[in-house]
Nanobody, 115 residues
Framework: VQLVESGGDLVQPGGSLRLSCIAS????????AGWYRQAPGKQRELVAA???????KYADSVKGRFSISRDNAKNTIYLQMNSLKADDTAVYSC??????????WGQGTQVTVSS
């Protein structure tokens, strides 16, 4: 599986962005997926995840502001980000897996929240 993210940008605090992650290959509906982020000097953290069945989970820091979804017909995972804060500034990467021991990664997209 190859993953390509897009949608990162510079946005003002309080603004919104939608990230997309398009996957190549077949049977993407069988994969679980997640959005991770890494800010400078910090460890990578899981922001949101969605199972092959559509169950979602979120980091406490983004609950109520971010929403992960998937469109299996388009092989795409989305991350809708609202009420963005400066602390959300990071490189956002998507990942997909069937088994947790074998993750596939995209190259990442930069999100910068600044006035």
């Amino acid at each position: 599986v190859q993953l390509v993210e897009s949608g990162g940008d510079l946005v003002q605090p309080g603004g919104s962005l939608r990230l997309s992650c398009i996957a190549s290959g077949s049977d993407f509906n069988m994969y679980h997926a997640g959005w991770y982020r890494q800010a400078p000097g910090k460890q990578r953290e899981l922001v949101a995840a969605i199972t092959s069945g559509g169950t979602t989970k979120y980091a406490d820091s983004v609950k109520g502001r971010f929403s992960i979804s998937r469109d299996n017909a388009k092989n795409t995972i989305y991350l809708q980000m609202n009420s963005l804060k400066a602390d959300d500034t990071a490189v956002y990467s998507c990942s997909a897996w069937i088994y947790a021991t074998e993750l596939y990664w995209g190259q990442g997209t930069q999100v910068t929240v600044s006035s």
